[in-house]
């Protein structure tokens, strides 16, 4: 593995960061949302930041030919099923529990390719994801009785970590000639109609202005985690190897919960505290490179 570049480490950094402190914004607009409605509203805010951005730096909207296809497919894996299957997901077990569950993205990566894709395995990036393995299972540790009792929230969270995979592949294994931030852009806004449409039949229009905390936590989620951080990640997914992309993703869940322990007075388990410092040394064996590597 080559040094893993300045820009790749600062989109790294910044999707961590803005994945990461996203999910307490969870907690308070969902104090007054419904999940389809929060949801919608979040794909609203971040269609318009992503054509805004797109509008002043001049970018183009076009979509080479042949690739809507698979644009669609994509979309349908990264946004529309992720955010059905992990809304479903919260009607079983709490949002948090979800969360861990779906970020087993990286594992379900790492068995697709080397099953579908015969992608080969370093010994030191199958340490790095049996490492990161360990973290989600101290995350998810504190509440095996609760998925015991909740074999759909399960399912659920887990079918949502497995087509988060299936999209990385297709956003990594297709070309996409002239696509910048288009390629983010349209698969936020192919994913809208099916999410406002569960909002119609589930939520109906709110019958009262949700509270101006509700109302900046849903916009926020929108125009920076849902717009720049996904588009940050396709960035990634272009950049690095399909297994090193999908592990980077495992240090959000790590900062969700320290977010949660700051902004929400969580209680730190030791188990959490584990997690922690097994995510440090699996990224570091997925992101540096072995001495006389470099």
């Given at each position: 593995m080559n040094k893993t570049s300045p820009k790749v480490l600062a989109l790294l950094a910044t999707l961590t960061l803005v994945w990461g402190t996203n999910w307490p914004m969870f907690a308070i607009a969902l104090r007054e949302l419904p999940v389809a409605t929060f949801r919608t509203f979040v794909l609203i805010a971040a269609v318009a930041m992503l054509y805004v951005v797109m509008r002043v730096r001049g970018e183009s909207f076009a979509v080479p030919a042949g690739r809507w296809p698979l644009l669609i497919f994509a979309s349908m894996m990264n946004l529309t099923v992720w955010n059905i299957a992990t809304s479903l997901a919260v009607l079983y077990i709490?949002?948090?529990?979800?969360?861990?569950?779906?970020?087993?993205?990286?594992?379900?990566?790492?068995?697709?390719?080397?099953?579908?894709?015969?992608?080969?395995?370093?010994?030191?990036?199958?340490?790095?994801?049996?490492?990161?393995?360990?973290?989600?299972?101290?995350?998810?540790?504190?509440?095996?009785?609760?998925?015991?009792?909740?074999?759909?929230?399960?399912?659920?969270?887990?079918?949502?970590?497995?087509?988060?995979?299936?999209?990385?592949?297709?956003?990594?294994?297709?070309?996409?000639?002239?696509?910048?931030?288009?390629?983010?852009?349209?698969?936020?806004?192919?994913?809208?109609?099916?999410?406002?449409?569960?909002?119609?039949?589930?939520?109906?229009?709110?019958?009262?202005?949700?509270?101006?905390?509700?109302?900046?936590?849903?916009?926020?989620?929108?125009?920076?985690?849902?717009?720049?951080?996904?588009?940050?990640?396709?960035?990634?997914?272009?950049?690095?190897?399909?297994?090193?992309?999908?592990?980077?993703?495992?240090?959000?869940?790590?900062v969700a919960v320290i977010s949660g322990v700051i902004a929400l007075h969580e209680p730190l388990s030791w188990l959490q505290a584990l997690a922690i410092g097994s995510t440090v040394i699996s990224l570091w064996l997925a992101l540096v490179p072995r001495r006389g590597e470099r």
């Open positions: 709490p949002s948090g529990h979800a969360s861990v569950l779906a970020y087993t993205m990286p594992l379900w990566v790492a068995l697709l390719g080397f099953v579908v894709f015969r992608q080969p395995l370093t010994g030191r990036l199958l340490l790095a994801i049996l490492i990161g393995a360990a973290a989600v299972v101290a995350l998810m540790a504190p509440n095996f009785a609760s998925y015991a009792n909740a074999p759909q929230g399960l399912f659920w969270g887990l079918f949502a970590g497995f087509c988060w995979a299936i999209g990385t592949f297709v956003i990594k294994r297709t070309s996409w000639p002239g696509m910048g931030l288009s390629l983010t852009f349209w698969q936020v806004a192919a994913s809208l109609p099916p999410i406002a449409l569960g909002m119609a039949v589930l939520d109906g229009w709110p019958k009262e202005m949700p509270s101006t905390a509700a109302i900046l936590a849903t916009v926020y989620t929108g125009a920076i985690p849902m717009a720049l951080g996904t588009a940050s990640w396709f960035t990634l997914v272009k950049l690095l190897p399909a297994q090193v992309a999908a592990l980077s993703s495992i240090a959000i869940p790590i």
